[in-house]
Nanobody
Framework: VQLQASGGGLVQPGGSLRLSCVASGSIFSINVMGWFRQAPGKQRGLVAV???????NYADSMKGRFTISRDNAKNTVYLQMNSLRPEDSAVYYC?????????WGQGTQVTVSS
């Protein structure tokens, strides 16, 4: 299983970015896809996850600003990030979990700065 993330970059505070992640390989149809992030000196933590049925879960600080969605036919998960803050700067990693296994993408850098 491979995960390819894209869409990171530099954005000003208050701006928006959309991340995408495509999963390829032998993927079980019942799965959870999601995004995690890691800032320098901090542990990797949850941003948002979504299951194959469309149920979502967000970290509290992202509720109302970030939206996770997916296209099951394309094995792709998206993260729409609005009202970005400097503290959202981190490497964002996509993840897929199924059959008790977890797979990670390579990460994409998001920097929020003026």
């Amino acid at each position: 299983v491979q995960l390819q993330a894209s869409g990171g970059g530099l954005v000003q505070p208050g701006g928006s970015l959309r991340l995408s992640c495509v999963a390829s390989g032998s993927i079980f149809s019942i799965n959870v896809m999601g995004w995690f992030r890691q800032a320098p000196g901090k542990q990797r933590g949850l941003v948002a996850v979504i299951n194959d049925g469309g149920s979502t879960n967000y970290a509290d600080s992202m509720k109302g600003r970030f939206t996770i969605s997916r296209d099951n036919a394309k094995n792709t998960v998206y993260l729409q990030m609005n009202s970005l803050r400097p503290e959202d700067s981190a490497v964002y990693y996509c993840n897929i979990q199924f059959l008790g296994r977890s797979y990670w993408g390579q990460g994409t850098q998001v920097t929020v700065s003026s």
